[in-house]
């Protein structure tokens, strides 16, 4: 989706690519890979678990991507933590 069309998730101050398209994006790639992994795990209700644990995993991915943005800019003044 263009960048122009999508609302942002966090202030820019922060992490000002992150939008909500992308979020829910993120969240439904990954609620749908845990549903098939907790279907070829045999999990017990593997749908209602397999959701759970994919929003729970997702979810964690966005608080320490923006823990790790916020923490680059304000503490350690960086841009970028990739290896040169």
Do not use: H
Request: overall charge positive; aromatic content about 8%.
């Amino acid at each position: 989706m263009d960048r122009w069309i999508a609302i942002a998730l966090s202030p820019p101050q922060i992490s000002p690519n992150k939008t909500w398209e992308g979020l829910a994006g993120g969240v439904g790639a990954s609620v749908a890979t845990m549903i098939c992994a907790a279907l070829l795990m045999k999990w017990p209700f593997p749908l209602a678990s397999g959701a759970v644990y994919g929003l729970t995993l997702a979810l964690m991915g966005l608080v320490g991507d923006l823990t790790v943005s916020l923490l680059k800019r304000y503490v350690f003044n960086i841009k970028e933590v990739a290896p040169p």
